[in-house]
């Protein structure tokens, strides 16, 4: 019998039927394309072995003057430096009482302690920090109050509730002798306010969580309901953070990672600095600092509200100027096309600036204005603010129903899953999608949530130079491209991982790793085919004296059939052939693996798929 060589063509085809797209790959999960060739993607493990509180929004790495590496973390709880492995605390602070306003009680047989802070302007999971304090006369000592705790639940504008712990994280319960109110030198200093894990599309009864206003209260879209999201660039080597529709913060490195970030505006100097932004970035040639989304000037004072459409920039290499004045390159601009600035990205000798319907052009052109901004397209708006990518070959992002990509001209990205991926999504979570990339194996992609999920938990991916889409199942909320270090980073369960690490998932098996044609037949599918063997071509990327993967045939006669098994067998580096017998007018391949197919307990294996050759001849049916 004779074998026919099965070379599929690189990338995942769905816009047709299983059928319909003959002669390419159907489905996937974790599988990347390589030369052509489909391959299982790399693994992860995690970087630091302690989790970090809030979701991770967003990851930014430089290098200090002295050499020394540093990696920013936003969550929607806090913002961290991480150096040497160690999470360190630099979260702004809002507001620091006087000695004797708060002041704590507690019931016997409770872990409950309730604060008394009149207009503390809190919410529910925000951290304040407490010191000065005595002990409550009881089990509630001083060592247990004067520390960091997360807020509870509010119970009205004056009172929130917090759970006793001791230095060590265990739950203290107050006794009978816990009656005092923690003395008159208390001081509470409360950090910025948390934001949410979702956005939230509209206002009223049930925005925010459980919690975060007092019982029966309804409220509108604010910095403290709505989904947390950061930007961070450097000035030098300080970090310049905002936080979304919040204020504008800056660490100086000098100061070390024991200091937190402080608000912009107040630093010795500052003038007309916004005060509230929806992104901030830095230019690069010109170090401009940059505000999307600021609040304009009234009277030469900030408002304190967003103007969602205003773009406002410092004095050149001053990051505390933003007074416009003849002597100095301070300004702004106001976009016009749209009713939001939703993200910005800089390019090469230009920044792109999305609104929610167009794309703008943000370029340094000199005194007397500073900056130019020029349109470049209609009806080509980003669907969250970090959805945009810069890759080699241009700047890739995700619209509401497409793909795109800009170098010098906006073009629309041939996309052969676009159905697939647009129909399967929650759009409604759109600011929660991030693009990404990872430039060992030319790839763009992003993350998003599937439909029916408030959380990130599946991805897509196109390989540039080889213009091959693949896709999968994986949460992960944020992600750094590899620069200076060497594997890229990502966060997923209060964790952060690195990437491209070997093959498993943190040292367990990564299992439900596939690809699986469309269908093939013989000519047109007119008659029956026999299949009685299978000739594998896998390499198998390390380990390569113990891996595995199963080879599985999958056939039907019509295409309004459902798939049949009709054999899973299991091959190694040594399998020559995989005998088989089927019957049936169309086949399906899929190649699987779960990382342990010998039961061997080696569960770090890559591999990847060459060509199959598939002994096929005509047959009657019987």
């Not at 047709?16 to 790399?42: A, H, M, Q, V």
């Not at 960091?148 to 107050?174: C, P, R, W």
């Not at 759009?427 to 990404?436: E, I, N, R, S, W």
Request: charged letters at 15%; glycine letters at 12%.
């Amino acid at each position: 019998m004779a074998l026919t060589k099965f070379v599929f063509k690189p990338g995942i085809f769905r816009e047709g039927t299983s059928y319909d797209s003959e002669g390419g790959w159907f489905d996937c999960n974790l599988i990347r394309f390589n030369f052509g060739r489909p391959e299982k993607i790399g693994g992860w493990r995690k970087e630091i072995n302690t989790a970090f509180e809030g979701t991770g929004r967003h990851l930014h790495n430089w290098v200090l003057l002295d050499g020394t590496q540093e990696l920013g973390l936003g969550t929607n709880e806090k913002y961290y430096i991480i150096q040497g492995g160690v999470y360190y605390d630099v979260t702004p602070i809002r507001r620091t009482t006087t000695a004797g306003l708060v002041t704590f009680s507690a019931s016997n047989g409770s872990s409950t302690i309730t604060v008394t802070d009149n207009s503390n302007g809190a919410v529910a999971n925000d951290w304040v920090t407490f010191s000065g304090a005595v002990s409550l006369g009881g089990n509630i000592t001083a060592d247990v109050l004067n520390q960091e705790y997360q807020i509870a639940s509010l119970i009205d504008t004056n009172t929130y509730t917090i759970i006793a712990k001791d230095t060590g994280g265990s739950t203290v319960v107050a006794n009978a002798s816990d009656t005092g109110n923690g003395g008159a030198s208390v001081v509470g200093t409360y950090q910025i306010n948390v934001g949410l894990n979702i956005y939230s599309t509209s206002t009223g009864w049930s925005v925010g969580t459980w919690g975060a206003g007092p019982f029966g209260s309804t409220t509108g879209l604010s910095f403290t309901n709505q989904l947390r999201l950061w930007s961070a660039d450097n000035f030098g080597e300080d970090l310049i953070i905002n936080p979304r529709n919040g204020g504008i913060f800056y660490w100086d490195a000098t100061n070390g990672v024991s200091t937190r970030a402080v608000e912009l505006q107040n630093i010795s100097g500052a003038n007309q600095v916004p005060t509230v932004g929806l992104q901030t970035l830095v230019s690069e040639t010109d170090r401009h600092v940059i505000v999307f989304g600021a609040d304009p000037l009234s009277g030469g004072v900030r408002t304190g509200t967003s103007d969602p459409m205003l773009i406002a920039f410092s004095d050149q290499e001053n990051a505390l100027e933003f007074e416009p004045l003849n002597t100095n390159t301070a300004g702004s601009l106001r976009a016009s096309e749209g009713s939001i600035i939703v993200g910005a990205r800089k390019s090469r000798q230009e920044i792109l600036v999305w609104t929610d319907t167009a794309l703008y052009s943000m370029q340094f052109i000199g005194p007397p204005y500073t900056f130019g901004l020029n349109l470049i397209n209609k009806g080509t708006g980003l669907i969250g603010p970090n959805a945009a990518i810069t890759a080699p070959n241009g700047v890739f992002w995700m619209g509401y129903d497409s793909f795109y990509v800009y170098n010098g001209a906006v073009q629309k990205v041939p996309c052969p899953v676009q159905d697939y991926i647009f129909g399967g999504m929650n759009v409604t979570q759109g600011f929660q999608f991030f693009a990404f990339t990872n430039n060992e194996f030319n790839e763009v992609g992003w993350f998003y949530c599937s439909e029916g999920s408030n959380n990130v938990d599946r991805y897509v991916t196109y390989n540039y130079v080889e213009q091959a889409w693949a896709y999968g199942q994986l949460s992960r909320t944020c992600w750094l491209d590899r620069n200076i270090v060497n594997y890229p980073r990502a966060t997923g369960s209060n964790y952060l991982y690195e990437h491209e690490y070997g093959y498993n998932n943190d040292g367990s098996p990564m299992t439900n790793v596939y690809i699986e044609s469309a269908d093939f037949d013989i000519g047109d599918g007119e008659g029956f085919a026999f299949i009685n063997r299978i000739v594998p071509d896998v390499r198998f990327l390390n380990n390569s004296n113990d891996g595995k993967v199963n080879i599985v045939l999958k056939t039907r006669n019509y295409p309004g059939d459902s798939l049949t098994t009709n054999s899973t067998n299991s091959m190694s580096s040594s399998t020559q052939q995989i005998d088989v017998r089927s019957r049936s007018r169309q086949a399906v391949l899929r190649i699987e693996s779960d990382d342990d197919a010998s039961g061997d307990g080696n569960n770090d294996t890559g591999w990847r798929l060459g060509a199959t050759r598939i002994d096929l001849r005509a047959d009657g049916r019987r």
